[in-house]
């Protein structure tokens, strides 16, 4: 009889059966199914399963969250199932055949812009505080600002320009570069790409608009004269030239003997790449974005604009949920590339995020007494006001459906105040509660009516409606199970007095350890599978933080294992994110499953460049997945640590 034998027949049944399952595989914690028609999946009934600590779905495969033992877990379901020789590979392809044409771009949208995102939210909040500095009269009856009446003010005021530039201004070279990452070509190419197209050489493209036709500097060929116009915050135009590059490069890299590729390929790639940019995609990709921009600030100003912001307010969360929200991304860049250099679209994202975190603070309430809702709950909450609203989207809001929809009602009429106003944002990319440090300061005053709308329309529905339609097990949660199990066998008559005096783990890596809730992924982010540390390695071999056993190991991907302490501690340590995909490819695994191991023995050696190749973070992370006999346990970050040497976490 199998350790899992309940489960797995269950879950089995609840997928679907065999018949609806097109590919199965696993990672260290997960169980990544293609599903033939994942409407048959009953997620509900699957995240009740004893061990089971969660689904969601991710580019198009349906994850099962098991935890340290999904290998047994897995191997248990293959056999019971029937389904034999299915690859990692294969459940990836099997993922891509399930989507259509526009889930493919808007996946490949997604994940341009994904690498972007913080340097846009650093760039938005840099521009909110020059808001506050500068631009706010608060002084002398309102007639001057912090910066009017103060040189040190003044010189910050200027100073931060300096980065609010280099994101919006310079943002193509982001663009290009992220184009190649994406697309696994050369990234210096990209970049060199991108800086032509915002060169200190090229009238400044926002400019343009207010220079006269005569007065615009050219290129003469004798022949013809071509434009020296800069790209600065395109999108399109710099999409476009991102994916000639890319395409050149690959077609040179086919056709070339392997001898002279270094020499051939980057000269044949770029110098057509930069010529065709400024000549053909640059000012069709202008034309483009600036006729959408155009067309979407028409409707934000027309007489429908009042429709067409609770259209947009209702549907943003949805958007969000299909990644077509990332287009919008690429809108609001052109909107403040337009001369009035502000945008009325982004304050309703802001918003949105709002009334979405309304509706799961109402959950919170409503779910205080269930501990493991709330371990989703408040962290989702907390991240969903802070502007980044997938973990309570998928986390809770779509779970139980009627959250979403109340809070989608509640950013309709937020953003329907909003736009009926003209409120106008100067900034992207800060979204939830610090949105309001994008907003122009006259219209600071309704906007934070239209958040307080955002905040209690959607939390009284909530509440209201969760009251009705909760059950008694949803609001109060199911009594504990026991203690977790998987602990492998033999470990405890293995444990001894002076093992079991452990009361900390050294970090095991040199780096930067950050707070667990930073982590790239939200399976680790929103503590899923547990409390922990994420770190950003500045070196490559990972080290046992403490004695203890090997307890699973991932034996063809390398990159990742599990770890028990004698008194009961269960640990995992998870290289990169997603790096299951790149199957062992950059890792070497120096132990195996029951092997004892001294503090500092190295575990794994990887190779930052190929996983950054890959398209994958190479943030690696230590969580505490079962506590064991521990108690008070404590988490360390926000310093370098040496691995072996700094503490990252301990307990009483």
């Given at each position: 009889?199998?350790?899992?034998d309940n489960?797995?027949?269950?879950?089995?049944?609840?997928?679907?059966?065999?018949?609806?399952?097109?590919?199965?595989?696993?990672?260290?914690?997960?169980?990544?199914?293609?599903?033939?028609?994942?409407?048959?999946?009953?997620?509900?009934?699957i995240?009740?399963?004893?061990?089971?600590?969660?689904?969601?779905?991710?580019?198009?495969?349906?994850?099962?969250?098991?935890?340290?033992?999904?290998?047994?877990?897995?191997?248990?379901?293959?056999?019971?199932?029937?389904?034999?020789?299915?690859?990692?590979?294969?459940?990836?392809?099997?993922?891509?055949?399930?989507?259509?044409?526009?889930?493919?771009?808007?996946?490949?949208?997604?994940?341009?812009?994904?690498?972007?995102?913080?340097?846009?939210?650093?760039?938005?909040?840099?521009l909110?505080?020059?808001?506050?500095?500068?631009?706010?009269?608060?002084?002398?009856?309102?007639?001057?600002?912090?910066a009017d009446?103060?040189?040190?003010?003044?010189?910050?005021?200027?100073?931060?320009?300096?980065?609010?530039?280099?994101?919006?201004?310079?943002?193509?070279?982001?663009?290009?570069?992220?184009?190649?990452?994406?697309?696994?070509?050369?990234?210096?190419?990209?970049?060199?790409?991108?800086?032509?197209?915002?060169?200190?050489?090229?009238?400044?493209?926002?400019?343009?608009?207010?220079?006269?036709a005569?007065?615009i500097?050219?290129?003469?060929?004798?022949?013809?004269?071509?434009?020296?116009?800069?790209?600065?915050?395109?999108?399109?135009?710099?999409?476009?030239?991102?994916?000639?590059?890319?395409?050149?490069?690959k077609?040179?890299?086919?056709?070339?003997?392997?001898?002279?590729?270094m020499?051939?390929?980057?000269?044949?790639?770029?110098?057509?790449?930069?010529?065709?940019a400024?000549?053909?995609?640059?000012?069709?990709?202008w034309?483009?974005?600036?006729?959408?921009?155009?067309?979407?600030?028409?409707?934000?100003?027309?007489?429908?604009?009042?429709?067409?912001a609770?259209?947009?307010?209702?549907?943003?969360?949805?958007?969000?949920?299909?990644?077509?929200?990332?287009?919008?991304?690429a809108?609001?860049?052109?909107?403040?590339?337009t001369?009035?250099?502000?945008?009325?679209?982004?304050?309703?994202?802001?918003?949105?995020?709002?009334?979405?975190?309304?509706?799961?603070?109402?959950?919170?309430?409503?779910?205080k007494?269930?501990?493991?809702?709330q371990?989703?709950?408040?962290?989702?909450c907390?991240?969903?006001?802070l502007?980044?609203?997938?973990?309570?989207?998928?986390?809770?809001?779509?779970?139980?459906?009627?959250?979403?929809?109340?809070?989608?009602?509640?950013?309709?009429?937020?953003?329907?105040?909003?736009?009926?106003?003209?409120?106008?944002?100067l900034?992207?990319?800060?979204?939830?509660?610090?949105?309001?440090?994008?907003?122009?300061?006259?219209?600071?005053?309704?906007?934070?009516?239209?958040?307080?709308?955002?905040?209690?329309?959607?939390?009284?529905?909530?509440?209201?409606?969760?009251?009705?339609?909760?059950?008694?097990q949803?609001?109060?949660?199911k009594?504990?199970?026991?203690?977790?199990?998987?602990?492998?066998?033999?470990?405890?008559?293995?444990?001894?007095?002076?093992?079991?005096?452990?009361?900390?783990?050294?970090?095991?890596?040199?780096?930067?350890?950050?707070?667990?809730?930073?982590?790239?992924?939200?399976?680790?982010?929103?503590?899923?599978?547990?409390?922990?540390?994420a770190?950003?390695?500045?070196n490559?071999?990972?080290?046992?933080?403490?004695?203890?056993?090997?307890?699973?190991?991932?034996?063809?991907?390398?990159?990742?294992?599990?770890?028990?302490?004698?008194?009961?501690?269960?640990?995992?340590i998870?290289?990169?994110?997603?790096?299951?995909?790149?199957?062992?490819?950059?890792?070497?695994?120096?132990?195996?499953?029951?092997?004892?191991?001294?503090?500092?023995?190295?575990?794994?050696?990887?190779?930052?460049?190929?996983?950054?190749?890959?398209?994958?973070?190479c943030?690696?992370?230590?969580?505490?997945?079962?506590?064991?006999?521990?108690?008070?346990?404590?988490?360390?970050?926000?310093?370098?640590?040496?691995?072996?040497?700094?503490t990252v976490?301990?307990?009483?």
């Amino acid at each position: 009889m199998g350790k899992y034998d309940n489960d797995v027949k269950r879950l089995l049944e609840l997928v679907g059966g065999k018949e609806n399952i097109q590919a199965v595989s696993h990672c260290m914690t997960r169980m990544r199914f293609v599903l033939v028609d994942p409407k048959k999946a009953d997620e509900k009934a699957i995240e009740d399963l004893p061990s089971v600590k969660g689904t969601f779905t991710q580019a198009g495969q349906y994850q099962v969250i098991i935890g340290n033992d999904v290998s047994v877990f897995y191997n248990e379901f293959t056999a019971y199932a029937g389904i034999e020789g299915v690859s990692k590979d294969a459940v990836k392809a099997a993922a891509k055949t399930k989507q259509n044409i526009a889930q493919k771009i808007m996946g490949t949208l997604g994940e341009i812009f994904a690498p972007l995102i913080p340097a846009l939210i650093c760039g938005g909040l840099v521009l909110g505080f020059r808001n506050v500095i500068g631009e706010i009269n608060f002084f002398n009856n309102g007639t001057q600002s912090l910066a009017d009446i103060s040189q040190f003010w003044s010189g910050m005021y200027n100073f931060l320009w300096l980065i609010g530039e280099a994101v919006f201004h310079l943002l193509p070279v982001g663009i290009v570069w992220s184009i190649t990452k994406k697309m696994g070509t050369t990234q210096i190419l990209g970049i060199i790409l991108g800086l032509t197209l915002v060169s200190s050489q090229l009238l400044n493209g926002f400019s343009v608009a207010d220079t006269p036709a005569s007065e615009i500097p050219v290129w003469d060929f004798g022949f013809v004269q071509v434009e020296m116009i800069g790209y600065q915050g395109q999108v399109i135009a710099a999409m476009m030239a991102g994916f000639v590059l890319v395409y050149l490069e690959k077609f040179f890299k086919k056709i070339c003997p392997e001898v002279i590729s270094m020499i051939v390929v980057p000269f044949c790639s770029l110098v057509p790449a930069v010529i065709i940019a400024h000549t053909v995609v640059g000012p069709i990709g202008w034309t483009i974005g600036n006729a959408i921009g155009d067309v979407v600030y028409a409707g934000l100003t027309s007489d429908f604009r009042f429709l067409f912001a609770a259209v947009f307010g209702l549907l943003y969360a949805p958007l969000v949920m299909t990644g077509l929200h990332h287009m919008t991304n690429a809108i609001d860049s052109q909107l403040l590339n337009t001369p009035a250099h502000s945008t009325i679209l982004w304050p309703m994202i802001a918003l949105s995020n709002i009334a979405q975190g309304s509706s799961v603070l109402a959950m919170s309430i409503l779910q205080k007494k269930n501990e493991r809702a709330q371990q989703v709950n408040v962290p989702a909450c907390i991240s969903c006001y802070l502007g980044v609203t997938e973990p309570a989207l998928f986390g809770v809001n779509l779970k139980y459906v009627f959250p979403l929809v109340c809070g989608m009602i509640g950013s309709c009429c937020a953003a329907m105040i909003s736009v009926g106003f003209g409120v106008e944002a100067l900034s992207i990319g800060v979204g939830g509660l610090p949105g309001i440090l994008s907003i122009k300061p006259e219209y600071w005053l309704i906007f934070l009516l239209a958040m307080a709308v955002a905040v209690a329309v959607p939390f009284a529905l909530t509440y209201i409606v969760g009251r009705v339609k909760l059950s008694e097990q949803d609001r109060f949660g199911k009594e504990s199970a026991g203690p977790a199990a998987g602990q492998p066998d033999g470990i405890a008559a293995e444990q001894d007095s002076e093992a079991s005096e452990v009361k900390e783990l050294k970090s095991i890596l040199d780096g930067r350890v950050m707070p667990i809730e930073e982590a790239p992924d939200d399976v680790f982010s929103q503590k899923i599978m547990g409390d922990g540390v994420a770190v950003e390695p500045s070196n490559t071999v990972v080290t046992a933080p403490a004695d203890c056993v090997v307890s699973v190991v991932m034996g063809d991907t390398c990159h990742a294992c599990g770890l028990t302490l004698p008194n009961g501690v269960e640990l995992l340590i998870h290289v990169g994110v997603d790096t299951v995909d790149m199957g062992g490819d950059g890792f070497r695994l120096f132990v195996k499953e029951g092997d004892h191991v001294k503090a500092g023995q190295k575990l794994i050696e990887f190779d930052p460049e190929k996983i950054r190749a890959a398209g994958h973070p190479c943030t690696t992370m230590l969580i505490v997945t079962a506590e064991g006999s521990a108690s008070g346990i404590k988490m360390h970050s926000g310093m370098d640590a040496k691995a072996g040497e700094t503490t990252v976490i301990s307990w009483e």
